[in-house]
């Protein structure tokens, strides 16, 4: 423990919004794998339910069940069926409805995403900051003293190459899991699209 806090420190100030920024990028992996997991987004268990309910005619259980169940595609299909319910059958009022949901919701799985993609961004370029005035130190070292202290030296050397580090070891996890998400979100909306489709043929009898 004594060893990483020695390295830690060796790094400079620009260590500490370095770590600040690793802590918020784990944070946000951890969350966003629970926001963005299948009972979150798209329980097909639940899902499957509400549509064998519709097809039998049995509409109180099926909204009952999207509104039990909350998810994204519960809350989509939940918001349809009121318009439903409510008189408004026609298949553009039935596609608002769905929109009108997915406009707000979407937005917010996308938004932590961007920020972790951010700090994909700004960690290493932090990292290289401090490369960058590691080896300031070095030269001024050496301007003032030659090589007669090579202590002045490596100190210089060990900041330029710990913050490098450092930067990369947060940019590369953050960078993969910027991806990952924006992979599975992608995905998520394009089985929403299927479902919302699939719904609203269900209730306008493919009209």
Do not use: C
């Amino acid at each position: 423990m004594d060893y990483i806090v020695s390295i830690f420190q060796k790094g400079g100030p620009l260590m500490y919004p370095l770590l600040v920024l690793g802590i918020v990028a784990i944070a946000l992996i951890i969350e966003r794998f629970y926001s963005l997991s299948s009972k979150k987004l798209i329980p097909r268990k639940e899902v499957e339910a509400i549509f064998l309910y519709l097809k039998e005619g049995r509409f109180t259980e099926a909204i009952t069940t999207a509104k039990v169940h909350r998810s994204l595609a519960t809350n989509i299909i939940a918001n349809v069926l009121e318009f439903y319910m409510n008189g408004r059958r026609e298949k553009e009022d039935l596609e608002l409805a769905a929109e009108e949901v997915a406009r707000v919701e979407i937005p917010k799985l996308e938004s932590y995403i961007n920020l972790l993609g951010a700090i994909a961004a700004i960690s290493p370029l932090l990292g290289f900051l401090g490369t960058v005035t590691g080896m300031i130190q070095v030269f001024e070292a050496l301007s003032i003293e030659g090589l007669t202290n090579p202590a002045v030296l490596s100190s210089g050397i060990s900041q330029a190459l710990i913050t490098t580090a450092f930067g990369l070891s947060i940019a590369i996890p953050s960078l993969a899991a910027y991806w990952y998400f924006r992979s599975k979100l992608s995905y998520t909306v394009s089985i929403l699209e299927n479902i919302i489709t699939e719904l609203i043929y269900i209730l306008t009898k493919g009209k």
